[in-house]
């Protein structure tokens, strides 16, 4: 569970190379605009353009387990096929965690991926990876479901405060 926990919340670490920032200026305060286009070029230029393999570069700089990078490979819109298929549910847990939230908080899984069509359906290739992925998503959502007590409609901003409850850190792999 901590694993899973860890996993979604450093996920995104590297979208800020991706970002269109003038698109939230309310995340960009107080700094503004050009400071956080300063940060977001000194992250492309020591990274690259990819910022899932930036986040897993990040991670793997501060030690984070194998176990965490590994979950946080498989958060990955593209990925679904592959997340659907295999038996690790943390992995599936993951990927869908990752579809129930926007900028702004928890959201239903089609209000997820509408956002995501809004945001990136611009991009070449995108209609055709949401074809397969936006279905592969709802059967996603049925097999964690089919082994859960909850619903998907549980799921709410509300219900996933965490009252102080997470107080833990990053597990760190073994100093050679």
Same mark, same amino acid.
């Given at each position: 569970? !901590?694993?899973? %926990?860890?996993?979604?919340?450093?996920?995104?670490?590297?979208?800020?190379? &991706?970002? @269109?920032? !003038?698109?939230?200026?309310?995340?960009?305060?107080?700094?503004?605009? @050009?400071?956080?286009?300063?940060?977001?070029?000194?992250?492309? *230029?020591?990274?690259?353009?990819?910022?899932?393999?930036?986040?897993?570069?990040?991670?793997?700089?501060?030690?984070?387990?194998?176990?965490?990078?590994?979950?946080? #490979?498989? %958060?990955?819109?593209?990925?679904?096929?592959?997340? =659907?298929?295999?038996?690790?549910?943390?992995? *599936?847990?993951?990927?869908?965690?990752?579809?129930?939230?926007?900028?702004?908080?928890? %959201?239903?899984?089609?209000?997820? =991926?509408?956002?995501?069509?809004?945001?990136?359906?611009? &991009?070449?290739?995108? #209609?055709? %990876?949401? &074809?397969?992925?936006?279905?592969?998503?709802?059967? =996603?959502? *049925?097999?964690?479901? @089919?082994?859960?007590?909850?619903?998907?409609? #549980?799921?709410?901003?509300?219900?996933? &405060?965490?009252?102080?409850?997470?107080?833990? @850190?990053?597990? =760190? *792999?073994?100093?050679?």
């Amino acid at each position: 569970r !901590e694993n899973i %926990v860890l996993a979604c919340l450093v996920h995104d670490l590297g979208n800020i190379i &991706k970002f @269109s920032l !003038e698109r939230f200026p309310e995340f960009l305060m107080p700094e503004g605009l @050009s400071y956080w286009q300063g940060v977001q070029e000194g992250f492309v *230029k020591k990274y690259g353009t990819d910022e899932h393999h930036a986040t897993l570069c990040m991670l793997d700089e501060v030690g984070v387990s194998a176990r965490i990078q590994e979950l946080v #490979d498989a %958060v990955m819109f593209h990925y679904v096929e592959g997340n =659907l298929q295999t038996s690790d549910m943390g992995k *599936k847990i993951c990927a869908y965690a990752d579809m129930r939230v926007d900028p702004h908080g928890v %959201v239903s899984l089609a209000e997820r =991926l509408e956002d995501g069509r809004r945001r990136y359906g611009h &991009k070449p290739g995108y #209609d055709d %990876v949401y &074809k397969i992925s936006a279905p592969a998503f709802y059967e =996603l959502e *049925k097999q964690i479901f @089919s082994k859960s007590g909850i619903t998907p409609g #549980d799921i709410t901003d509300q219900s996933i &405060k965490l009252d102080g409850m997470l107080n833990m @850190s990053l597990p =760190l *792999k073994a100093s050679a």
